[in-house]
DNA sequence: TATATTTGTATCGCGAACGATATAAATAAT
DNA sequence: ATTATTTATATCGTTCGCGATACAAATATA
């Protein structure tokens, strides 16, 4: 065979690799407040803008709704936000932090310089990290377009 | 704040993102011949050796087994592959791709290719790529030799 | 040889992801 | 105003991913 299903020549399985390792990096400083990584991500959008609708938040994390739905409801028995139906739109559930979503924000303040120092080594520095940055984002958003055309 | 917790900072989120849009990528390609893209990896990985032990294919793949034995009982049940207890060590069970198996990386074949140029974009290309594994590959090594010391 | 430890795999439970589908509210078309 | 379509969210079923745990086979130790 000539390489192409080679592991070592896969690009998705390197991001998938690094994505979960990551993760894994997350998880001690994380579980330690009943949190898992996604909901991390939902804490970080809610608290650049509070009180967003099911959907905006979907978008903004680019998943599905089916996807957060549960995972909100997750967050909302551990008391960490609320979701109550719109008012001028009744189909929307907007959904609100608590106290108690509002002061993990201070709680985890040390965990984005942890993870990112767990990741820095030769070639991940502060001056390489803007051209991955580049690079990852093309290939999002080269994807995310394909899939709204088809 | 001071911008650690925005979303548009964080390298995690755009490995997640990107993994999870490369992987719906390939997802109409696998399911049409019945693989998911996990799937795929594990028959990469039995495509370049065949007859291997869990352990060997979790390693390969950096999951754990208790992620890999039920994807293999669900691929065995696929009559993709078969799993007998080793002879020489009756603790580990061997791994083999059947007839199906191995006919499936002539079905694959085109895959590597569609999925490659679906990601190509302005700055990912053929020149820019082996920078970009190296880079992961970094992550990937940086996290997991940080995994085993603890 | 008997006992302890390590190793390879599997089971269990939970939280994602996501395709397919359902439902109600809002909007557009007739 | 009725009907049709779109939109926002939710439900269901399947597959991962993984921490915790169990268990038997192999190896090391006493």
Redesign the interface.
Known sequence: ?DG????D??????????????????HPLLSEHGLT?PQY?V???L??KDAQPVNDIAK???LETNTVTPLLKRMEAEGILTRVKGEKDARQMIVRLTRKGHGL?TK??NV??A??S???????TPE??PG?????????????D??KTN
Chains 1, 2 share one sequence.
Not at 4 to 7: D, E, G, I, P
């Open positions: 065979m192409r299903f080679k592991l020549n896969q690009l998705c399985f390197r991001l998938y690799t690094a994505s979960r390792l990551i993760t894994q990096a997350y990584y991500l804490l970080m959008v608290w650049e903004r994390l680019m924000q985890l303040m984005p310089e993870v990112g767990a990741v820095l080594c030769e070639s991940i390489t990290v991955l940055f580049g690079m990852l984002d093309d290939i999002i958003n080269q994807l995310n394909k899939h």
